[in-house]
């Protein structure tokens, strides 16, 4: 019987670690999507990496917060132009996806396609934080926002694809808004983060509805069950 109980945990101790490498992917089981499955929210709290907005410390961003609330609070976070993100979420086809999409789960965990292999800040609210963050840091180091965007996030898109993408969302939102921000800003300088920084959580929330087919539009996203229960992270 104690033979058969330790082949029993053996095999299982197998198919946890199988894989486990620079490559290796680790089934997580949600029952409930989270905005911080890292719970870098309660990490970043206090400490040399404390935040400053309120509403991201505590474990608040996991399931209290709707993505535009994310998304404006994580632009706030590191005075960052806002629209940056909505741009960079279509790095994963964000802004066109439901979660009925096969890997929605995965591209929601890398939403802004900022360190994803490192895999420390893997989640909506990790991704978007820190990638406002890098930017500043960057502005700080005198690096344009080209430069920034090309050693940090130039995966699927090009500068020239993103910018394009960018423009696309700079217009509908001057429309909505009545505002009158460039569609072309120059990214060769960092003026570009200080756009929209008056773009409120309705205006960021409207334009999410104003896509027919992206499940960030839901405010409650991240207070519901995943399509499917086991999501490969």
């Not at 309660?42 to 994310?70: C, F, R, T, Y």
Request: charged share 20%; proline share 5%; aromatic share 10%.
């Amino acid at each position: 019987m104690k033979r058969i109980v330790f082949l029993a945990l053996l095999l299982l101790l197998m198919m946890l670690t199988a894989g486990c490498g620079d490559d290796a992917v680790t089934p997580i089981i949600q029952t409930i999507r989270s905005a911080d499955p890292l719970n870098k929210s309660i990490e970043w709290s206090s400490g040399k990496d404390e935040l400053v907005m309120e509403q991201l410390k505590n474990g608040n961003p996991a399931h209290n917060l709707s993505p535009a609330e994310l998304i404006f609070y994580c632009a706030r976070e590191n005075n960052c132009n806002p629209v940056l993100l909505l741009a960079l979420l279509e790095n994963q086809d964000l802004l066109g996806q439901e979660d009925g999409f096969g890997d929605f789960e995965l591209r929601l965990y890398h939403a802004c396609n900022y360190e994803v292999n490192s895999g420390k800040y893997n989640g909506f609210f990790p991704q978007l934080v820190a990638s406002t963050f890098q930017f500043w840091l960057d502005r700080e180091n005198g690096m344009s926002f080209a430069e920034s965007y090309q050693a940090n996030f130039a995966g699927r898109y090009t500068l020239a694809e993103y910018m394009a993408i960018y423009a696309g969302i700079v217009d509908q939102i001057n429309q909505q808004t009545g505002s009158d921000f460039p569609t072309n800003p120059d990214p060769t300088t960092s003026d570009i983060l200080d756009h929209f920084h008056d773009l409120n959580i309705e205006q960021i929330q409207s334009y999410l509805e104003s896509c027919p087919d992206t499940a960030l539009k839901r405010e409650g996203l991240f207070r519901e069950s995943p399509r499917t229960n086991s999501v490969q992270y």
